[in-house]
């Protein structure tokens, strides 16, 4: 949870699950990526939310469509 590892601009997402799964760094570097700009934004409310909210089987193949969906939950209402 520690390993702060910034991806790189042009890093593209794998398409399978399974190549997170196989290689520990990507894993790592991935999740802290996907879940960093939530909590830097939102604090303990993105942290609630994540905890709430995992991603669905679709959203396991593309990880940065469930980033999205956490951050569209997060909106105030006012801007949905």
Not at 37 to 64: F, V
Request: net charge negative; with cysteine.
């Amino acid at each position: 949870m520690n390993y702060k590892k910034d991806l790189p601009d042009d890093f593209e997402w794998p398409d399978d699950l399974f190549d997170f799964v196989n290689d520990d760094m990507l894993f790592y570097n991935a999740g802290y990526n996907l879940v960093k700009p939530i909590i830097d934004k939102h604090g303990e409310m993105g942290i609630e939310c994540l905890i709430k909210n995992l991603p669905n089987a679709l959203e396991l193949t593309s990880l940065q469509k469930y980033q999205q969906r956490i951050f569209e939950k997060l909106l105030p209402e006012s801007e949905k």
